[in-house]
T-cell receptor, first 116, second 112 residues
Framework: DSGVTQTPKHLITATGQRVTLRCSPR?????VYWYQQSLDQGLQFLIQ???????AKGNILERFSAQQFPDLHSELNLSSLELGDSALYFC???????????????FGEGSWLTVV | AQSVTQLDSHVSVSEGTPVLLRCNYS??????LFWYVQHPNKGLQLLLK??????LVKGINGFEAEFKKSETSFHLTKPSAHMSDAAEYFC??????????FGQGTELSVKP
């Protein structure tokens, strides 16, 4: 158990809908990361927050957004869902921002999203 | 830009035989390198990491990896495979901002 908690574990929704994925980082971790794992794209970095502020952005679609709350939990909002958004969405956390070497990032078990 | 290439998409070994999962990296500076493992329907677990200290890095479950700058490689090895090692393995490099860049993964099968 990494200490990173993600909910829901599985989600099935229809195209055009909106969903919210939730992540609680490990106790004491200030950085939260979101990754998407799909069969065709592999593991892709989406976005990073550090202590409530956006820190880095990756291949995140405009239909997707995220935020980190004062209690450090984070939510990933996915809207106008398309079939291609079906994927495993991972949240990860670390103590530091990640800059420099050696920052260890711990992953949750992921949220499986199926868009039908 | 940083990148990693996992040279094999699938590796199959017999239980009790050595494991070798190959990874080459590209980095414009001294990289931080990691190996993560993903068991079916599970999250990503850190096996080991290299951060410019010892070039031979020991990880969990008997795995180790050797950083070879001259070959830009970071291959993962284990002397004796166990059935429970069957999983997907990812070689990962960290960019200067700390983001993890994943390889495409190597699926390890272990035959009894």
């Amino acid at each position: 158990d990494s200490g990173v908690t993600q909910t829901p574990k599985h989600l099935i929704t229809a195209t055009g809908q909106r969903v919210t994925l939730r992540c609680s980082p490990r106790s004491g971790d200030l950085s939260v990361y979101w990754y998407q794992q799909s069969l065709d794209q592999g593991l892709q970095f989406l976005i990073q927050y550090y202590n409530g502020e956006e820190r880095a952005k990756g291949n995140i679609l405009e239909r997707f957004s995220a935020q980190q709350f004062p209690d450090l939990h984070s939510e990933l909002n996915l809207s106008s869902l398309e079939l291609g958004d079906s994927a495993l969405y991972f949240c990860a956390s670390s103590v530091q921002t990640g800059e420099g070497s050696g920052n260890t990032i711990y992953f949750g078990e992921g949220s499986w999203l199926t868009v039908v | 830009a940083q990148s990693v290439t996992q040279l094999d998409s699938h590796v199959s070994v017999s239980e009790g035989t050595p494991v070798l999962l190959r990874c080459n990296y590209s980095s414009s500076y001294s990289p931080s390198l990691f190996w993560y493992v993903q068991h079916p329907n599970k999250g990503l677990q850190l096996l080991l990491k290299y951060t410019s200290a010892a070039t031979l890095v020991k990880g969990i479950n008997g795995f180790e990896a050797e950083f070879k700058k001259s070959e830009t490689s970071f291959h993962l090895t284990k002397p004796s495979a166990h059935m429970s090692d069957a999983a997907e393995y990812f070689c990962v490099v960290s960019d200067q901002g700390g983001k993890l860049i994943f390889g495409q993964g190597t699926e390890l099968s272990v035959k009894p």
